[in-house]
């Protein structure tokens, strides 16, 4: 019985993976908070979404794209699901970039460091991107007391931590 109970619904979803859907049944259907972040970041940057990560920064939830842009250019955006509004923007670059080596006036140990300070654990990735123009080292840090990433990330500049989030989860690969 229930491996027929199994086959109808397995049938049923077949059939209605061949239904046609208007675009207002699409955007009916699009009413998450993260359908509607991956809204606001799709119509803010064309492109592949390569990673989405759920945060939380300050008490406040946040989903964090990484996406690859039609120009080739990986961006990296917050959104927050409560308004849909967009912050935190951060153009990825390579740890040797040029301008971002010229831009620094830290090292990357001295960033990691400092971060490791404020947040015991392992670094377990690390980015190096331009928020405006301001330098910023990444650090995700797992904490084995905590049992989750945390992302920590220091101006380049000053080697101040501008902002910390705990990673509830993520999907894809932004590295």
Known sequence: M???LLGIT????????????SEDDIKKALTTDLDKCFIATHQKYEGHIVSL????????PIYEFDIKTKDGKRVEIECNPLTGELSDEEFEVDKNDKKFKQAVK???KEAEKIALENTP???VEREYAFEGDTPVYEFDI??????HEIEVEINGLTGEIMET???IY???NDS
Do not use: C, F, P, Q
């Not at 797992?142 to 049992?147: H, M, N, P």
């Open 2 to 4: 229930k491996k027929l």
């Open 10 to 21: 397995l049938t049923g979803l077949s059939l209605n993976g061949y239904t046609v859907h």
């Open 53 to 60: 990560e759920r945060e939380v920064e300050d008490g406040k």
């Open 106 to 108: 830290i090292s990357a």
């Open 121 to 123: 654990g392992k670094v």
């Open 142 to 147: 797992y904490s084995k007391d905590k049992g």
């Open 165 to 167: 989030e705990i990673e």
């Open 170 to 172: 993520d999907i894809g």
